[in-house]
Nanobody, 122 residues
Framework: QVHLVESGGGSVQAGGSLRLSCTAS????????IAWFRQPPGKEREMVAT????????YYRDSVRGRFSISDDRPNHTLYLQMNNLKPEDTAMYYC???????????????WGQGTQVTVSS
């Protein structure tokens, strides 16, 4: 069983930055892809970014590309999401998720963290 723990959320003003961390209890074949999702209030969960360890591929949704970036510290089982130039529409609960392969849909992921709240004020 893989456990994921997110941290780094908080409240910032528009234009500010936050760095989220996702630490896994272990890395296995089931955690080759680490993804960040978010769920804005009253909306469905949506994929923000994905990172596949073996393929070396990183994917971002259009609305965050150029503002968000993924980096990793795989020896310490940690993946980061650097979020710059935050906007009020980025306000959401952010989750990290893991699976053997990357995909856009939440249902594809077997492991989830508990989430960390990001609030951006205008």
């Amino acid at each position: 069983q893989v456990h994921l723990v997110e941290s780094g959320g908080g409240s910032v003003q528009a234009g500010g930055s936050l760095r989220l961390s996702c630490t896994a209890s272990q890395y296995t074949d089931s955690t080759k892809c680490i993804a960040w999702f978010r769920q804005p209030p009253g909306k469905e969960r949506e994929m923000v970014a994905t990172d596949h360890e073996d393929l070396g591929t990183t994917y971002y949704r259009d609305s965050v590309r150029g503002r968000f970036s993924i980096s990793d510290d795989r020896p310490n089982h940690t993946l980061y999401l650097q979020m710059n130039n935050l906007k009020p529409e980025d306000t959401a609960m952010y989750y990290c998720a893991a699976n053997s392969a990357c995909g856009l849909l939440p249902r594809l992921y077997n492991y989830w963290g508990q989430g960390t709240q990001v609030t951006v004020s205008s």
